[in-house]
């Protein structure tokens, strides 16, 4: 089956936001988890300090995400834009 121009755009455009918002927890859950738990596993591999970094970035993911989807989110971004 056959879609439009205009319709293989809007799929497009939507699979990348959709990917942005999943690296978005790839970075902000994903990645500061596996060295806090790498840190806890592999005594010695990973200061304290380093997990208690990571640790920190874990409360960033809602407001991080968030902010991510305000400004790739097109309705989002020119509501923000026409309200400042």
């Known amino acids: 089956q056959k879609r439009s121009v205009q319709s293989t755009r809007m799929i497009r455009k939507s699979l990348v936001i959709l990917l942005i918002q999943l690296a978005v927890h790839f970075l902000l859950l994903i990645i500061p ?10 005594h010695g591999l990973i200061t304290f300090e380093t997990s208690l970094k990571a640790y920190m970035c874990l409360h960033l993911h809602p407001i ?3 902010l991510i989807l305000l400004s790739i989110t ?9 309200f400042v």
């Open 33 to 42: 988890a596996a060295v806090i738990y790498s840190g806890l596993v592999f």
């Open 64 to 66: 991080g995400h968030n």
């Open 74 to 82: 097109s309705p989002y971004r020119k509501f923000i834009v026409a």
